[in-house]
């Protein structure tokens, strides 16, 4: 079938597959065969990790072919002509300084109140979801690799603030999934209730008949889609196997709790940006968020050779210890850039038509004068990429207002945001 011969529109092979799984892009949707008729869908997915970075490997400079990164972004070298690095955005102190308020204010720009009400405002992804949600299944997508805390801090404000990024409203932030097969579950509807049959075999002769309507090169994005989803089916599966033999044996100094989280954290956050992946590839959802870590995060990481929790390790931001786990933070952002981008999608890829962005609400453990932040996509060329974005001594450098310019981007267009009332210049 060639790009101009009679069009198959999504929604009726969604209505032919009775909404049974979810269909990455296809250009067959074009309708009556025109070229641009329909446009790939636009996505933003948000990153948080909590609690500071390595500030002397954190850099970059230059654009273009002359666009040279620091060691913390050593894992992007492959992709850095869709990444841009933003150095010196500002969100004011009273908003993401100290432990316990950074997680919740990172994507809302407003303090958080201190004290036993809980008030904090709607994020960034939330707004998002109310309007262009209705336009997906799932309107937006909330996990998280770290539980979340209770109580309060000793500086008064709750750690709820500390464990969620994302709020439908002030008092209300989304409960997160921290279960891979739960996330797995919802993101194909299969709640669990047919636990033991691949969603791919329980579709497999709808994708049959689909195939054969659609293009050559459409064909080719359904194998690559069948097979990343049977991949974390895979994954999923065995590590499901792995829990079971490490419970049933008595030799095990660790038994590993029922819930079906990893063991270690690399495996699980590799899974979350997965599933991110594939609610993205298949427009199961458009936006997305992923809580790395908490502030005053208890994360440990035995795989980089480290015995301490984060939060111990942050106070001495400056040692190598902790310039591990900054670099492995960013190494997990860019296995999710790297595997969007290599999902064709139109003329480019998803990582083309989306805004991934990995960010910390402070500069190193207890200091916020700029927010260390990745973005990388281009949102269907609305953004030039490749580049260093210096705001340091700018006169306009609130990060609300680089939000107020995403959204703007996605078609949600605001007078305000956060404590910004114009968009960012330059991006």
Aim: charged fraction near 20%; aromatic fraction near 8%; charge should be negative.
């Amino acid at each position: 079938m060639s790009r101009t011969a009679s069009a198959v529109s999504r929604r009726v092979i969604l209505r032919a597959l009775s909404a049974s799984v979810a269909l990455p892009w296809l250009e067959s949707a074009r309708v009556n065969g025109q070229e641009n008729s329909v446009s790939p869908p636009k996505r933003f997915a948000f990153l948080f990790f909590g609690d500071g970075v390595h500030p002397p490997e954190w850099w970059s400079k230059g654009a273009g072919t002359s666009f040279e990164l620091g060691p913390a972004f050593a894992s992007l070298e492959s992709v850095k002509s869709k990444v841009n690095l933003f150095h010196g955005l500002h969100h004011p102190e009273d908003v993401v300084g100290g432990h316990a308020k950074g997680a919740a204010g990172i994507l809302t720009g407003v303090r958080p109140q201190g004290g036993r009400e809980i008030r904090a405002s709607i994020s960034m992804d939330q707004l998002l979801a109310q309007k262009v949600g209705d336009e997906t299944v799932l309107p937006s997508l909330v996990l998280a690799c770290e539980r979340p805390v209770s109580g309060f801090h000793e500086s008064s404000f709750s750690m709820m603030y500390a464990s969620h990024v994302s709020w439908s409203s002030p008092v209300s932030p989304v409960p997160s999934e921290i279960y891979p097969a739960l996330a797995f579950d919802s993101l194909f509807e299969s709640r669990g209730n047919k636990a033991h049959v691949s969603v791919l075999d329980h579709v497999f002769d709808q994708l049959q008949d689909v195939s054969r309507k659609v293009s050559q090169d459409d064909r080719a994005r359904l194998d690559e889609y069948t097979t990343s989803v049977r991949e974390v089916e895979q994954r999923l599966s065995r590590m499901k196997q792995r829990q079971q033999d490490e419970t049933a044996g008595t030799a095990s100094s660790f038994q590993r709790p029922a819930n079906g989280v990893p063991n270690q954290l690399d495996e699980h956050s590799r899974l979350m940006c997965d599933i991110i992946a594939l609610a993205f590839q298949t427009d199961r959802t458009r936006i997305a968020t992923l809580l790395l870590t908490n502030n005053l995060s208890g994360q440990v990481y035995p795989f980089l050779g480290l015995n301490v929790d984060h939060h111990n390790y942050s106070h001495s931001w400056q040692e190598k210890e902790y310039a591990s786990i900054t670099r492995f933070w960013v190494e997990q952002y860019a296995y999710l850039v790297k595997n969007l981008d290599s999902m064709q999608e139109g003329d480019g890829t998803v990582l083309d038509n989306s805004c991934i962005m990995l960010a910390n609400e402070q500069w190193t453990a207890h200091s916020s004068p700029r927010i260390p932040m990745i973005m990388s996509g281009s949102l269907s060329g609305s953004i030039a990429t490749g580049r260093t974005l210096e705001f340091e001594s700018a006169k306009e450098r609130r990060m609300s207002s680089l939000y107020l310019a995403i959204m703007d981007r996605m078609g949600v267009h605001l007078d305000e945001f956060g404590n910004s009332s114009e968009q960012l210049p330059g991006v």
